[in-house]
């Protein structure tokens, strides 16, 4: 799939902030992921690239399997998008009527750090990070297990 260059330099920031964090863990240092950073990661790179890549690219498809749901992510700070689940394949929508099963409101430190695997959910399930609600909120505590790192 193809995306426009100037997605290289979102991606270029979304380096930096994610192995910034590596980097300063790995030396037991601290490392602040600016909140305006960390959304415009999400807002300009990941997920224009999870909206652009082929519906099975990053599906857990072991997880996957069989689950039809949609989530409405809404990112503090500004931003929604609609992840739709549909057997085994994944895409990324704008909002619009669709009916939603599970609506997440999220931090974009948060959100930017669980979708690479770099912290649990769980903290940020507990801190009210990550905050669930809907027809069928348990589903919030199965998104980042249907999909593999962006």
């Known amino acids: 799939f193809t995306l426009p260059l100037s997605i290289s330099t979102y991606h270029l920031l979304q380096?930096?902030?994610?192995h910034g964090y590596d980097i300063a863990r790995a030396a037991g240092r601290k490392w602040r992921i600016e909140p305006s950073h960390a959304a415009m990661v999400l807002r300009r790179f990941v997920f224009p690239v999870l909206k652009a890549a082929p519906p099975r690219t990053f599906v857990n498809d072991a997880n996957a399997a069989g689950v039809?749901?949609?989530y409405d992510i809404r990112l503090r700070g500004g931003g929604r998008y609609f992840f739709i689940f549909d057997d085994g394949e994944f895409t990324v929508e704008e909002p619009s009527a669709r009916r939603v099963d599970c609506h997440i409101s999220a931090?974009?430190?948060?959100?930017?750090?669980?979708?690479?695997?770099?912290?649990?959910?769980?903290?940020?399930?507990?801190?009210g990070k990550l905050m669930a609600w809907g027809r069928k909120p348990w589903l919030g505590f199965q998104l980042r297990s249907l999909m593999r790192n962006p």
């Open 15 to 18: 380096e930096t902030v994610v």
């Open 68 to 70: 039809r749901a949609t």
């Open 107 to 127: 931090d974009p430190v948060a959100l930017l750090l669980v979708f690479f695997a770099r912290c649990s959910q769980w903290p940020a399930i507990a801190t």
